[in-house]
């Protein structure tokens, strides 16, 4: 690991030297090694392609395709993940070789042994639209770039007249969840087009992939292969297993480029995304544009400080753009979760929603720097629920399918805290109704015991308590959604649900804590566990345990510090959180990393807690440990994110934490200030508004806030509203290197923490 550390920083120090522009600030490889499950390849803003190397496809670690603990490369698939904790896509995987033709990839331990090659990460340029790497083996190079539906292979060949590109349609990222292909079918159209399709199932059960390639040159011979039994002459196949191979003849460094698009509807949209680009062959000219699309998107947050930490901050605003991604046609058509073809007229549908992850940052972030794109976000998700036989928002959905991954039913923070912002022109009656319909499922994961004993039992489903916290926090935001519309019978009946909270806790340890179906605790009890073993429900908390859940109470903070004893106790047990000794704790989970005594930064639900401190008098104690959440657990190493990157949540954490303030609550438009890293921030709030942060004295000496001034008037309370931020200003920050413990101390009646 240390050798890949320096690595990382040498490349880091080629590539920033000279940065003039947003883009070159930003570091791909931040979060490809450890367990951040990034990818290094390519993508525009929101792109439907996120073109990438892959360098592995089972276990844990594979999540992304690639990781920077390998050494060689099974080839270039057209669709990754970014960060995430399951295991799907890898789409239409392309293989450039040279001599002997292999049929299967090989194995990491033995690349001779199939069509992986080994590479160098001295080899190897990342930057946003751009991925070059050497393939060492076949003497290769290869470049990536896409643009918004088409994805761009440029393959620089030696001489030869056994050059030969692969395409393998059975290559899944298989990881922990088994993905498989279920059938598909090729046809080669003519010696330079190929189109076809492919039905997986793993995380995603049912999940229709059709592609069109074109080749710039055209290919001398092909075959197909059916499973191990090779077709030449054959033009068209339909099984479940398939592979095919494309033979040139080629000349000292000549390229060859391949242009794949794809489509959830049909071979022929995916044709036509492919013609949709007008740019013939010009690899240049795409990688330019992707550069110019990523500069334009990136710019609108400008920021001044240490090299180091505008690296950070512009990685992982780069991190935050990626999804949620494009998922219609150029035609706008796409397949719905009915398996039915759609089209969105007036509108742009997208994929991937990693909402137990994004609710709580990204999502909030995007009504700040991407408003444009937040009504947009709410039709999509108020579209999954329309094509839902289930009658649900989306859980954790992407493409044309749900997973029903995580828990609680985290659309509706996002749709409320949209509407509530004046940021979505979603009918009100119809979205809650949507609310109200997936928050009554009472077949869904313990909805139903939830709504008559007002909590989920642990006897009855696994993760009772986290279930329980997240259900209450969900539905204060259907009642605020709900009085902002005028419903006043839904808002009475949700606040009331909201208060569920208090269920689960147990006043004598002073835990949120799992129930029986009978009303008894759950036992034995271990705030530390993450996992107990009695019983066939042994895990009380969702990666997670009781240090690390009982604070998720973000719509009634004043109502947790109640139940926990007061301000000081309160305090004191925030304190005692992040002083824990966990070196003999073993948690059991893999998602809990980036610890700080109990506090688990590379999971989500601790992301919130480090703020608690100003939510209850002493600000200056958030500044402390923000400021020790930001210098050591990011970095501008591949392993520089302390746990899953999540689709941009833990970027977005940074990214709020940088300019100095976080949406405790993620709906309703409170931000909590906390402690800025960067010396100036601007950030375009509008068409023509601007919202500027800057940090006098900043440095790493002194962490602490002295005094704060809002549009040049001094500004004594811990939170920043929603409209003061868009309407444009200043916020000054004058820091020092000790604590003002006058300073933010004197109003802690915050909005949208109070339950009500």
Not at 20 to 47: L, M, N, R, S, W
Not at 271 to 299: C, E, I, P, Y
Not at 727 to 742: D, Q, R, W, Y
Request: aromatic share 12%.
């Amino acid at each position: 690991m240390k050798i890949h550390i320096l690595l990382g920083l040498m490349v880091s120090t080629a590539i920033y030297a000279e940065a003039k522009d947003p883009i070159d600030y930003v570091d791909p490889f931040i979060g490809t090694g450890y367990h951040g499950h990034t990818f290094p390849g390519v993508a525009v803003p929101h792109g439907m392609l996120q073109v990438s190397p892959d360098t592995r496809t089972v276990g844990w670690d594979a999540c992304g395709g690639y990781h920077y603990d390998d050494d060689s490369i099974i080839g270039f698939s057209q669709t990754h993940f970014s960060g995430t904790g399951c295991t799907d896509l890898g789409d239409f995987l392309l293989m450039p070789c040279v001599g002997p033709f292999h049929l299967y990839s090989g194995e990491a331990d033995d690349p001779d042994g199939g069509y992986r090659s080994r590479f160098s990460h001295a080899s190897e340029v990342a930057s946003p639209g751009y991925y070059k790497v050497d393939l060492a083996d076949d003497h290769i190079k290869v470049e990536l770039t896409a643009s918004q539906r088409v994805a761009f292979h440029r393959y620089t060949f030696p001489e030869s007249n056994d050059a030969h590109i692969l395409l393998d349609l059975t290559h899944c990222m298989i990881g922990n969840q088994g993905t498989t292909v279920l059938d598909g079918s090729i046809q080669v159209v003519n010696n330079q087009l190929i189109t076809g399709y492919r039905n997986t199932t793993g995380w995603a059960k049912n999940r229709k992939s059709y592609f069109a390639a074109r080749f710039s040159k055209p290919f001398k011979s092909y075959a197909l292969f059916d499973n191990e039994t090779r077709l030449d002459g054959r033009d068209e196949l339909s099984a479940q297993q398939i592979r095919s191979v494309f033979y040139f003849d080629t000349q000292k460094d000549e390229p060859v480029v391949v242009k794949m698009a794809i489509s959830g509807v049909s071979a022929e949209n995916a044709l036509m995304n492919l013609d949709s680009d007008t740019s013939q062959w010009d690899f240049d000219k795409v990688h330019q544009l992707a550069r110019a699309s990523w500069n334009a998107v990136l710019g609108k947050s400008t920021a001044e400080g240490e090299p180091s930490t505008l690296r950070t901050f512009y990685t992982s605003l780069y991190h935050t753009l990626i999804f949620p991604a494009v998922y219609q046609d150029v035609n706008g058509e796409y397949r719905g979760l009915d398996q039915k073809i759609h089209t969105a007229e007036g509108w742009t549908n997208y994929t991937v929603f990693s909402l137990w992850d994004t609710f709580r940052a990204l999502h909030p972030l995007y009504t700040l720097i991407q408003q444009e794109e937040v009504d947009d976000l709410v039709k999509s998700m108020m579209a999954h629920y329309e094509q839902n036989a289930n009658q649900m928002l989306p859980i954790w959905s992407y493409q044309h399918n749900e997973t029903t991954c995580m828990i609680g039913y985290h659309s509706v923070p996002v749709i409320a805290d949209a509407y509530l912002k004046g940021l979505t022109d979603v009918d009100a009656e119809k979205m809650i109704d949507a609310f109200v319909t997936t928050s009554t499922r009472k077949d869904y994961d313990g909805l139903g015991l939830y709504m008559d004993k007002g909590y989920v039992p642990q006897d009855r489903y696994m993760q009772g308590a986290s279930k329980t916290l997240a259900y209450a926090y969900d539905d204060w935001c259907i009642a605020k959604a709900a009085q902002s519309a005028g419903n006043q019978a839904v808002a009475a009946e949700y606040f009331k649900r909201s208060q569920n909270y208090r269920n689960v806790f147990d006043s004598e340890t002073g835990f949120m804590r799992a129930k029986r179906d009978d009303g008894s605790w759950r036992e034995p009890f271990d705030p530390h566990a993450t996992h107990l073993k009695a019983g066939p429900r042994v895990r009380d908390y969702t990666e997670g345990n009781a240090w690390q859940w009982t604070w998720f109470v973000p719509h009634d903070v004043n109502g947790l510090i109640g139940l926990l004893g007061g301000q000081e106790p309160f305090l004191a047990k925030l304190d005692e959180l992040f002083s824990q000794d966990t070196s003999a704790i073993k948690h059991g989970v893999s998602d809990v990393t980036g610890l700080i005594g109990e506090y688990a930064h590379g999971n989500e639900p601790s992301h919130h807690v480090a703020y608690l401190f100003s939510c209850a008098g002493a600000p200056w104690k958030t500044q402390a440990i923000v400021h020790k959440i930001m210098t050591e657990q990011y970095d501008n190493t591949p392993e520089g994110i302390c746990g899953n990157e999540d689709c941009g949540q833990m970027s977005a954490w940074y990214v709020f934490s940088a300019m100095g303030f976080y949406p405790v609550n993620p709906c309703g438009g409170i931000y909590i200030i906390g402690k800025p890293a960067l010396a100036k921030a601007e950030i375009r709030v509008g068409q023509d508004k601007i919202f500027t942060m800057t940090a006098k004295n900043l440095s790493d000496a002194n962490i602490y806030i002295q005094s704060v001034k809002l549009n040049g008037k001094a500004y004594n309370q811990v939170w920043l509203t929603h409209d003061e931020i868009v309407k444009g200003g200043t916020l000054e920050f004058v820091m020092g290197a000790e604590p003002n413990k006058t300073w933010g101390t004197a109003n802690l009646a915050i909005p949208c923490a109070e339950g009500k």
